[in-house]
C-alpha cells in the first residue's frame, strides 16, 4: 500500500503561484510514476501532469504546459516526494487537485487513468 498526502493548496489571484506537494509513504517502489489530476465541481477528473522516478521524463496537459511544472525531492533521492509548482494561475484552474502513483506515466495520461493510488486531495481556488 501507498499513502498519499497532499499539501499547499489555498486561495490566490489570477496572475499568481502556488506549490503543491505531495508526501508518499508505504511501498513506493512499486509505483515508478507519480502525478497530479484535478477535478473542478461539475466536471470529470482530469490529468494535470506527472514524472517518472526512474527516468525522469514528464508529461503534462495542454492546458497547463509553460505554466505549470512538476519537480520531485532530488536531495533526498527517494520515491516520496512531488511537488507541482503552478504559476500564472487562472480562475479556470480553480479545482481540487488530487495527487497519484501509478506503475508508469503512461497509466497516468490514459483514458480513463489506470492509477494505483490517490491521495486526498487539496483545494486550488483563482479569483478574478
Known amino acids: 500500500q501507498v499513502q498519499l498526502v497532499e499539501s499547499g493548496g489555498g486561495l490566490v489571484q489570477a496572475g499568481g503561484s502556488l506549490r503543491l506537494s505531495c508526501r508518499a509513504s508505504g511501498r513506493t517502489s512499486s509505483s515508478d510514476a507519480m502525478g497530479w489530476f484535478r477535478q473542478a465541481p461539475g466536471k470529470e477528473r482530469e490529468f494535470v501532469a506527472a514524472?517518472?522516478?526512474?527516468?525522469?521524463?514528464?508529461?503534462?496537459?495542454d492546458s497547463v504546459k509553460g505554466r505549470f511544472t512538476i519537480s520531485r525531492d532530488i536531495a533526498r533521492n527517494a520515491r516520496n516526494t512531488v511537488y507541482l509548482q503552478m504559476n500564472s494561475l487562472k480562475p479556470e484552474d480553480t479545482a481540487s487537485y488530487y495527487c497519484?502513483?501509478?506503475?508508469?506515466?503512461?497509466?497516468?495520461?490514459?483514458?480513463?487513468?489506470?492509477?494505483?493510488?490517490w491521495g486526498q486531495g487539496t483545494q486550488v481556488t483563482v479569483s478574478s
Open positions: 497519484a502513483a501509478a506503475s508508469r506515466i503512461a497509466s497516468m495520461t490514459s483514458f480513463p487513468p489506470r492509477t494505483n493510488y
Open positions: 514524472l517518472s522516478w526512474s527516468g525522469g521524463s514528464t508529461a503534462y496537459a
